[in-house]
C-alpha cells in the first residue's frame, strides 16, 4: 500500500512518495457522446462521502476525488466545492514506464465514447480518471531511469467510468449520473444506464454496505532488489531511502545547482516508508480527518491492474485545471503554522503577508508557470488572477497565487498530429515537475538534475 501527504501535500500525490494524480478537472476527462439523455438519480438526503466510499470499496477501480475542504477565495467558484466517487469501470488504461505513446489508449477511448455534459450538475459526470505517475516523463523526455523501482507501478493506471456518484458541497445534494456505455446502441445503452443507477443507488443506500476484503491490510510486497533504506528518528520501523551524511551532501549539491544558474530553487524531499497498520480505507478516513483539503483522492488499482496498491493523498494545492479552454494553474509557496491560538496565529498572517522573502518566492514561481503556459495558449491570453493571497487550511497557513491562460481550439498537426488542445497541453507540461513544486528550469535538464539525486522512483 502506497500512500502521500506531501508538505502542501497533494494536488496529486507528493512525487517524491507516491505518483501524482491529475486533477479533478483534468485527470477526469469527460466522455463524450451527443444526443443522448443519461439517467441521473439523486439521493436524499444526500449520503456522507465517508458512507459513500465504504459502501463502493469492494467494487474494482474504487476511486475518489474528494474535497474534504471547502476553501472561499477570490475566484468566482470556491475550491472544493465538488467530489466525484466512481467504481467498477467498464474498461482500463495500463502504461508502462517508457512506453512510446502513453495517451493514445485513453485519446481513442475519449473519441469512442461521446456525449454532452447535463447543465447544473457537477462537471464530472462519467469519464477516465487515474494515475499519471511522475514516471511518465520517461515517455515525454529523454532521460535515464532511477535505479530503484520497489512498487512497479505504471507509468498510467486509469479507469473509464461510466457511472458516477457527484457531490456538490455547495448544495449538500448528491446525484447518481449513469452513462450507459460502453453500450452506444440508444435503446440498449439506455437500459444499462438504468440498470447500472439503481446498482449504485441501491449500495449507497444499503444499510450494511459490503464489506472490503482483508487482503487490504496487508502490506505491500516490494521488488526483489529495493533501494536503500535506513532508520529515522520516530515509530519503530520508520525507514527513509537517505541517510543523514548522505541527504546532507544532497543539499550541498543542490546548492552548487543553484549558485551554478541551473535551478531557481530545489525543493529536496525523502520518501518515508512505515507498515501499515490499517486497511487504506481507514487509514484514509484518518487522514480527510485530521487534514481535510479541497483535493484529496484514494484510488484502488488492486482489481483492475496487475498492481496491488492503493493510492491516498490530501494537498491544498492542485496543479493543473482545464475547463472551456480555461488552463488554471494554483501555485503556493509561503508557509506558516496555524496553533489555533488566536492572538498567536493573528500574528503569523501579518508575518506571512508582510514577508519580503516569502512573497518573492511566490512571485517567482508565478513567473515560471506564466512562461509554462505561454507556449500552449493564445498569444495574450496568461492572466495572474489571484497573486500571494493567503489561505488557511487545516494546521497550516499559505501564500497562494493562480495563473491562467486560453488553450487554442485545436492544436495542429505540426504541433501535435490528432491531438485536442488538451492532450497537446499535458504532452508539453505533465509530468514537468512536481504538482507542487514547479520550481526547475531551464528545460529537460531539471529531469537530468532531479534522477541524479533519486535512489528509485517515485512511486
Not at 469512442?112 to 499519471?132: H, K, N, V, Y
Request: glycine residues 4%.
Amino acid at each position: 500500500m502506497a500512500s502521500g501527504n506531501h508538505g502542501h501535500p497533494l494536488a496529486f500525490l507528493e512525487t517524491s512518495v507516491i505518483n501524482e494524480w491529475v486533477t479533478q478537472t483534468t485527470s477526469a476527462a469527460k466522455l463524450f457522446n451527443p444526443r443522448f439523455d443519461p439517467t441521473v438519480r439523486e439521493l436524499t438526503p444526500a449520503p456522507s462521502i465517508k458512507q459513500g466510499l465504504e459502501s463502493l470499496q469492494h467494487l474494482p477501480g474504487a476511486l475518489l476525488l474528494d474535497s474534504s475542504m471547502q476553501i472561499q477565495s477570490s475566484v468566482a467558484q470556491p475550491l472544493g466545492r465538488f467530489s466525484f466517487l466512481m467504481a467498477d469501470p467498464f474498461d482500463q488504461v495500463i502504461v508502462d514506464v517508457a512506453a512510446a505513446d502513453p495517451f493514445q489508449t485513453i485519446q481513442s477511448l475519449l473519441k469512442r465514447f461521446r456525449t454532452d455534459s447535463i447543465p447544473d450538475l457537477p462537471p464530472m459526470q462519467g469519464g477516465i480518471a487515474g494515475l499519471f505517475s511522475y514516471d511518465l516523463n520517461q515517455s515525454l523526455e529523454k532521460i535515464s531511469r532511477s535505479p530503484g523501482n520497489e512498487f512497479e507501478l505504471p507509468a498510467i493506471a486509469a479507469g473509464a467510468y461510466d457511472t458516477v456518484v457527484a457531490w456538490d458541497h455547495e448544495q449538500n445534494r448528491c446525484w447518481v449520473v449513469s452513462q450507459g456505455f460502453p453500450e452506444t446502441d440508444g435503446a440498449i445503452r439506455k437500459d444499462r444506464a438504468n440498470s447500472r443507477a439503481r446498482f449504485f443507488v441501491d449500495l449507497l443506500t444499503s444499510v450494511n454496505p459490503t464489506q472490503k476484503s482483508e487482503t487490504q491490510f496487508q502490506n505491500a510486497t516490494l521488488a526483489d532488489e529495493p533501494s536503500p533504506s535506513f532508520e529515522v528518528d520516530g515509530p519503530v520501523g520508520l525507514v527513509s531511502n537517505f541517510s543523514r551524511a548522505r541527504y546532507m551532501a544532497a543539499v550541498k549539491k543542490c546548492i552548487d545547482y543553484i549558485h551554478a544558474g541551473d535551478v531557481f530553487q530545489i525543493n529536496l524531499a525523502q520518501r518515508l516508508l512505515f507498515p501499515a497498520n490499517a486497511s487504506s480505507i481507514e487509514l484514509y478516513q484518518q487522514l480527510r480527518q485530521c487534514n481535510p483539503a479541497p483535493f484529496s483522492g484514494f484510488f484502488d488499482l488492486s482489481q483492475i491492474s496487475p498492481f496491488d496498491a492503493q493510492i491516498i493523498s490530501a494537498s491544498p494545492e492542485r496543479f493543473l485545471s482545464v475547463r472551456d479552454r480555461i488552463v488554471e494553474t494554483r501555485p503556493i509557496k509561503g508557509t506558516r503554522r496555524r496553533t489555533r491560538r488566536p492572538m498567536v496565529d493573528i500574528q503569523a498572517k501579518q508575518e506571512l503577508l508582510a514577508s519580503v522573502k516569502d512573497r518573492a518566492e511566490n512571485t517567482m514561481i508565478v513567473d515560471l508557470m506564466r512562461n509554462d503556459l505561454s507556449p500552449v495558449c493564445c498569444d495574450d491570453s496568461i492572466r495572474v488572477t489571484q497573486l500571494c493571497e493567503l489561505e488557511e487550511y487545516q494546521s497550516v497557513m499559505h501564500l497562494v497565487s493562480a495563473v491562467q491562460g486560453r488553450l487554442p481550439r485545436r492544436v495542429g498537426p505540426s504541433r501535435c498530429a490528432g491531438c485536442d488542445q488538451e492532450w497537446f497541453f499535458l504532452r508539453s507540461e505533465a509530468p514537468d515537475h512536481s504538482p507542487a513544486s514547479p520550481h526547475s528550469r531551464p528545460g529537460n535538464h531539471r529531469f537530468h538534475l532531479r534522477c541524479s539525486f533519486d535512489t528509485h522512483r517515485n512511486d
